[in-house]
């Protein structure tokens, strides 16, 4: 999609530890991480950072600074029914990736059509990375806590530089909502796209949840209203009719 202005962000991730898989695999028992971070898992992320009803973040690359690890730990989880089980949930470890994404605007969502001002959104997202978040920022699953940080996007040694080629095989990429939804059936339903990561040279081009070769849909599930109407979205009141003092805010 082209755009009046840039609206690149880049940013490093870092953490301990990670965990990232299919939420399918996370309903009980044994969890184990997938070797590379999931679409869906660095979209979080970016949405911790900054995130807007009005547009929808597009994760375009990942970088794998340092050397796939993992560990295996004995956690004691609460079962469904009550009580602890004991499990061996396994965890990337001394995690380190640099991401490039950009935000494209929501379209199911002519309401918010007052608050797409590129310019604004980009500022405050940039802004964000700088200060590591508006809010906590997690590796696939609340225990693993990360922290962002701007970055220039290949730039630094990485482990894999020299790897010319290693393929994953068939993974989870991500769920589409159907306020995301690209086509009459991910517009009511939520799904979820597979596809097959291939990495060249320590980097992982994503795919778009459209271009995925492979579709689920999981069930029926309304589009979340948002808006003056709905009563939960502020922004177009406090920007209708330009910026504030000539500068772009930031408070919303």
Known sequence: MKTKHPNIVEFEVTGAYALFSDPIMRVGGEKCSYQIPTYEALKGILASVYWKPTFIWYIDAVRIMNRIQTEVKGIRPIK????????????????????????????????????????????????????????????????????????????????????????????????????????????????????????????????????????????EMPVKLFGNDAGNFSGLNEFKGGERNGTPADGV
């Open 80 to 219: 469904y029914s009550g009580g602890n089980e004991l499990a061996y949930y396994t965890y990337l470890k001394d995690c380190r990736y640099q991401v490039r994404a950009h935000f494209e605007w929501n379209d199911n969502r002519p309401e918010l059509s007052e608050d797409r001002n590129e310019n604004k959104h980009h500022e405050i997202a940039k802004k964000m990375v700088r200060k590591g978040g508006r809010r906590d920022i997690f590796l696939g699953t609340r225990e693993c806590q990360g922290f962002v940080e701007p970055c220039v996007f290949g730039e630094g040694e990485g482990a894999y530089d020299d790897l010319q080629h290693l393929a994953f095989g068939t993974m989870y990429h991500g769920l589409t909502y159907p306020d995301e939804g690209y086509s009459d059936e991910t517009r009511t339903h939520l799904s979820k796209n597979l596809w097959q990561p291939v990495m060249k040279n320590g980097v992982i081009n994503f795919l778009r949840p459209e271009e995925c070769p492979v579709h689920e849909l999981l069930h």
